[in-house]
């Protein structure tokens, strides 16, 4: 049995991960303020739960609550949503720069390998797609510029201190346990509530913009794999290599749910990238990892009996209140 830290770990990403480690028999310390994700996520999982900021230093805590703790590897997805990084860059700094130096001063004393969760956004907009790792970084908003520094941390730090490191660039991650608020809008769960609930979802620009949609059951497959997996301090990108507008995904869930309601329109967001499409050939050759799961029977199978329980949930609770 081995020991992990999952930062962000009652997170989308993070309780899944979780769960899987957890699953493998392995021993789990989850770091998490619960700004964005729940301790629900992580019920009934046997772990250790520290809500703490990861802006904030946390090694001596972890140390004195857990003298005897031998860490294999520390995952670290805690992070400040890209949708508001332009409304609160110095919030952006300090969670995604200074939580990657705390991160990194942990892995420092323990020598642990840090797999970090990075953002495939940092490439920006290319008109040749698919983008690959050989692209130039273009970032288009604090939180890429924040994540594309954390990553140059790491390199450095890994290289001068000799402790191991995997840089994932992930693209569109979606599935069940994405949390949706005022700032936070994943647009696959966005428009699956709407939906189930008649309100018509909005559309932001002219619907035309692409996305790169990867299930979080492959991310957790790839990010297991990297535990063991001998990999160089250059970013990985984690993607299904496949593209879809979001016009296209709207009309997908809308025919899945029989939702006959046209799209609200808002204007494009700052920041937007037009195009994704991402090669994955890199990380199917150093993991040996395919992403398996299928858009479609992921929104039918996973996305909508989990939203429609969390509104079924509410509804009770309303009438019970």
Not at 56 to 63: A, K, M
Request: overall charge positive; charged content about 25%.
């Amino acid at each position: 049995m081995s020991c992990f830290i999952v930062t962000g770990g009652a997170g989308f990403v993070g309780s899944h991960l979780t769960e899987a480690l957890v699953k493998s028999g392995h021993e789990v310390i989850v770091i998490d303020d619960l700004s964005n994700g729940t301790v629900e996520n992580i019920k009934g999982l046997d772990v250790k739960f520290l809500q703490l900021d990861i802006s904030n230093p946390f090694s001596e805590i972890i140390f004195k609550k857990f003298p005897n703790l031998k860490v294999k590897a520390i995952f670290h997805l805690a992070c400040f949503p890209r949708s508001i990084s332009f409304d609160n860059p110095l919030r952006d700094v300090d969670v995604n720069i200074k939580g990657m130096i705390n991160v990194i001063q942990f892995a420092k004393k323990t020598k642990c390998k840090v797999i970090f969760s990075s953002n495939s956004g940092i490439y920006g907009s290319h008109e040749k797609l698919p983008i690959n790792e050989s692209y130039p970084d273009n970032p288009l908003t604090p939180y890429d510029i924040d994540k594309l520094a954390a990553e140059h941390y790491l390199r450095i730090y890994s290289s001068q201190f000799s402790f191991p490191a995997t840089i994932f660039r992930f693209a569109t991650v979606y599935g069940s346990r994405q949390k949706i608020s005022p700032h936070w809008k994943p647009v696959i769960a966005e428009f699956v509530c709407k939906m189930l609930e008649g309100i018509p979802p909005t559309i932001e620009g002219d619907g035309e913009q692409t996305r790169d949609f990867i299930h979080v059951s492959d991310i957790v497959d790839a990010l297991l794999k990297s535990v063991d997996a001998q990999t160089d301090l250059t970013p990985i990108i984690l993607s299904s290599n496949k593209m879809l507008s979001i016009n296209q995904l709207y009309a997908k869930i809308a025919r899945t749910l029989k939702f006959d309601k046209i799209p609200n329109r808002a204007p494009e967001k700052m920041g937007d990238i037009r195009r994704m499409c991402y090669d994955n050939s890199k990380a199917k050759k150093l993991l040996n990892w395919t992403p398996r799961t299928d858009l479609e029977s992921a929104i039918i199978n996973d996305v909508i009996p989990y939203y429609r329980n969390l509104l079924q949930k509410r509804i009770h609770e309303t009438i019970k209140s």
